[in-house]
Structure formats: structure tokens, C-alpha cells
């Protein structure tokens, strides 16, 4: 992304971008990689159903539906913030998908979390088979995909010194950590999902280089919690100036709950000289469609938009 290094003050090919955008599972993003393990966890398990939940705008929802439907299983799904009064966005996919949706109130990460456990035990009360996701498919199970992907990534660019995501339940954080074995060539930027990102993503990194059969991952953890604003999912000034720049600059779209706040932490590291001398790979993990939700339409279209 050489206009957009440019516009930071960065050298000629030190900054890139993997484009997990485009997995393609329903309009792509990274859980395919997390559903990859996952599901053919469910399988091995002899399980009927998925279960899984998240915000109102989940990715990992919309992409658990649709591999559940490409496997012929079922999905419950749990989305806390209410019922909207018109699904946009990711929910509107879900509905599309044939979501079994289970509607929550405002409800913390953890709230979320017992929500799912409870649609489970309900629908082994039923008669189902389910199996049971976390949020964001944060497991050690779905982190394997990106041991995988660092791999993956490595070989394309065996250079890369860093690679900067967005950290919402802290599974490709972690995956990707112990997949290059080393947490300093790792940028996680909080988004607001997960209270406790900085306990657990050093706990999964360890646990899950442990069932890769990789070493432990040395150094210091990396996260940048400045860029998450009033909460999961809230617009910010500085997300903003990274959906601009990365469209006007390299006609790359970005979303406002994941890939924007991520951006936004970039361009702060690579404004502080943070990244001089460095190559960066940032890493796409998809979520246009929560551009298209009501809440975001206006923040878009307003003066910087036009």
C-alpha cells in the first residue's frame, strides 16, 4: 500500500495489507479461517447445530451461519443490543442466511458468553446435538487458523516485522502470536469487545503455540487500547480518518466496529515513528457490511463524506 505509506511518512514497500477480506464465505472476513477448525471440531463431535453469538454487527456470526449452511447444520446465534426495528448491515445477512436468532439486551462480553451456554444447554434439552463457539470463534480450536495464516503469511513476506489487527475477542491476536512465536511482531488494537484482552491473549497465545507444537512466545505483549472510544462498535474521529485514508488512498474499504479502529491505531504508531525502518502487513479481517447498518449511514454520508 504504497499511496497510504506515503501519506504516513512510510518508505516505498514497507506497508501492505492481507486481504482476509476476501476468504469468501458470505461476503468474506477472517473467521473463516477460526471456522475451518472449528467446524470440523462440531463434525469429529458428531454435533447438529452451531451455536455462537456476538454484537449486533457480528462478523463471526454472519460467516458461522453461512458455514453451517454449506455443511448442512444448524446455527443458533445469539446477538445482544436488542431486536432492531429494521435489520441492516450483518443482520440483514444473518436473516438471509436463516439465522436462528436469539435476541439479547445490551449485555457485556461475559453476558454474552453465559447467553450462549444457556441456547445450548435449551437445545440439548430439545433433543440437538450443539457446539458451542465462543465469541469470535476465540478458542484455541479457531486460533489455530492463524498459526496457520502466520505461516501463510510469512511465506509471502518472509520479512515482515509486524503485523497490526484489530483485537476483538483476542483469538487472531493470539493465533497469529503463536504462530510467528514472538509478541512484538504482533499490533493488536483494542476495539472494545473483551474487558480483559491483555490477561487472555498472552494465556491463549501460550496455550495455543502448546497444541500447535510450537515454543512459547517470547516478549511482550503489544495492544494499543486508545482507539476503541466510547465503547464496541462507537464511531471515532480517528477510525474515520483510517476508513478515508485507506479508500482515497488505495480504494480499500474499511469498516467503522473492526478494520477502521485498527487503522486508526497504525497511523497513530506510524506517526509517533513507531514503524521507521519497518515492513507492516496489516491485516484486512473484513466487515463492510456494518458500513451498510443504520447507525453508521449518516456518520459516512456526513461533511468529510461528501
Same mark, same amino acid.
Given at each position: 500500500?504504497?499511496?497510504?505509506?506515503?501519506?504516513l511518512?512510510?518508505?516505498?514497500?514497507?506497508?501492505?495489507?492481507?486481504?482476509?477480506?476476501?476468504?469468501?464465505?458470505a461476503?468474506?472476513?477472517?473467521?473463516?479461517?477460526?471456522?475451518?477448525?472449528?467446524?470440523?471440531?462440531?463434525?469429529?463431535?458428531?454435533?447438529?447445530?452451531?451455536?455462537?453469538?456476538?454484537?449486533?454487527?457480528?462478523?463471526?456470526?454472519?460467516?458461522?451461519?453461512?458455514?453451517?449452511?454449506?455443511?448442512?447444520?444448524?446455527?443458533?446465534?445469539?446477538?445482544?443490543?436488542?431486536?432492531?426495528?429494521?435489520?441492516?448491515?450483518?443482520v440483514?445477512?444473518?436473516?438471509?442466511?436463516?439465522?436462528?436468532?436469539?435476541?439479547?439486551?445490551?449485555a457485556?462480553?461475559?453476558?454474552?458468553?453465559?447467553?450462549?451456554?444457556?441456547?445450548?444447554?435449551?437445545?440439548?434439552?430439545d433433543?440437538?446435538?450443539?457446539?458451542?463457539?465462543?465469541?469470535?470463534?476465540?478458542?484455541?480450536?479457531?486460533?489455530?487458523?492463524?498459526?496457520?495464516a502466520?505461516?501463510? #503469511?510469512?511465506?509471502q513476506?518472509?520479512d515482515?516485522? $509486524? !503485523?497490526?489487527?484489530?483485537?476483538?475477542? &483476542?483469538?487472531?491476536? /493470539? %493465533? =497469529?502470536?503463536?504462530?510467528?512465536?514472538d509478541?512484538?511482531r504482533?499490533?493488536?488494537?483494542?476495539?472494545?469487545?473483551?474487558?480483559?484482552?491483555?490477561?487472555?491473549?498472552?494465556?491463549?497465545?501460550?496455550?495455543?503455540?502448546?497444541?500447535?507444537?510450537?515454543?512459547?512466545?517470547?516478549?511482550?505483549?503489544?495492544?494499543?487500547?486508545?482507539?476503541?472510544?466510547?465503547?464496541?462498535?462507537?464511531?471515532?474521529?480517528?477510525?474515520r480518518?483510517? #476508513?478515508?485514508?485507506?479508500?482515497?488512498?488505495?480504494? $480499500? !474499504?474499511?469498516?467503522?466496529?473492526?478494520? &477502521?479502529k485498527?487503522? /486508526? %491505531? =497504525?497511523?497513530?504508531?506510524?506517526?509517533?515513528?513507531?514503524?521507521?525502518?519497518?515492513?507492516?502487513?496489516?491485516?484486512?479481517?473484513?466487515?463492510?457490511?456494518a458500513?451498510?447498518?443504520?447507525?453508521?449511514?449518516?456518520?459516512?454520508?456526513?461533511?468529510?463524506?461528501?
Open positions: 500500500m504504497d499511496r497510504l505509506g506515503a501519506a511518512g512510510l518508505a516505498p514497500g514497507a506497508l501492505w495489507v492481507k486481504r482476509d477480506d476476501c476468504t469468501g464465505l461476503g468474506g472476513g477472517n473467521k473463516a479461517r477460526k471456522l475451518e477448525y472449528l467446524c470440523a471440531e462440531a463434525i469429529a463431535d458428531g454435533c447438529d447445530t452451531l451455536v455462537t453469538g456476538g454484537g449486533r454487527q457480528s462478523n463471526h456470526v454472519r460467516m458461522t451461519v453461512a458455514a453451517a449452511n454449506r455443511l448442512g447444520l444448524g446455527c443458533t446465534v445469539v446477538l445482544a443490543g436488542g431486536r432492531p426495528s429494521r435489520p441492516t448491515g450483518n440483514l445477512l444473518d436473516h438471509l442466511l436463516g439465522a436462528d436468532i436469539v435476541w439479547v439486551d445490551d457485556g462480553y461475559y453476558a454474552t458468553e453465559t447467553a450462549i451456554d444457556d441456547t445450548c444447554a435449551r437445545l440439548r434439552a433433543g440437538r446435538r450443539p457446539y458451542a463457539m465462543p465469541i469470535g470463534g476465540a478458542s484455541v480450536t479457531g486460533a489455530l487458523g492463524y498459526v496457520a502466520a505461516d501463510e #503469511l510469512v511465506g513476506l518472509p515482515v516485522d $509486524l !503485523v497490526v489487527t484489530a483485537d476483538g475477542s &483476542g483469538g487472531t491476536h /493470539a %493465533g =497469529l502470536v503463536a504462530g510467528l512465536g509478541h512484538e504482533v499490533l493488536g488494537v483494542d476495539v472494545g469487545t473483551r474487558p480483559d484482552l491483555a490477561e487472555r491473549v498472552p494465556e491463549k497465545a501460550a496455550e495455543i503455540a502448546a497444541r500447535a507444537g510450537r515454543p512459547e512466545p517470547t516478549r511482550r505483549l503489544q495492544l494499543d487500547r486508545d482507539h476503541f472510544g466510547a465503547g464496541y462498535g462507537a464511531p471515532t474521529d480517528a477510525s480518518e483510517g #476508513l478515508d485514508l485507506a479508500a482515497r488512498c488505495e480504494g $480499500l !474499504v474499511l469498516d467503522p466496529v473492526y478494520t &477502521g485498527a487503522m /486508526a %491505531g =497504525l497511523i497513530a504508531a506510524a506517526r509517533r515513528g513507531d514503524l521507521a525502518g519497518r515492513r507492516i502487513v496489516f491485516l484486512h479481517t473484513g466487515g463492510m457490511p458500513l451498510f447498518a443504520n447507525a453508521y449511514a449518516d456518520w459516512i454520508a456526513g461533511p468529510r463524506g461528501e
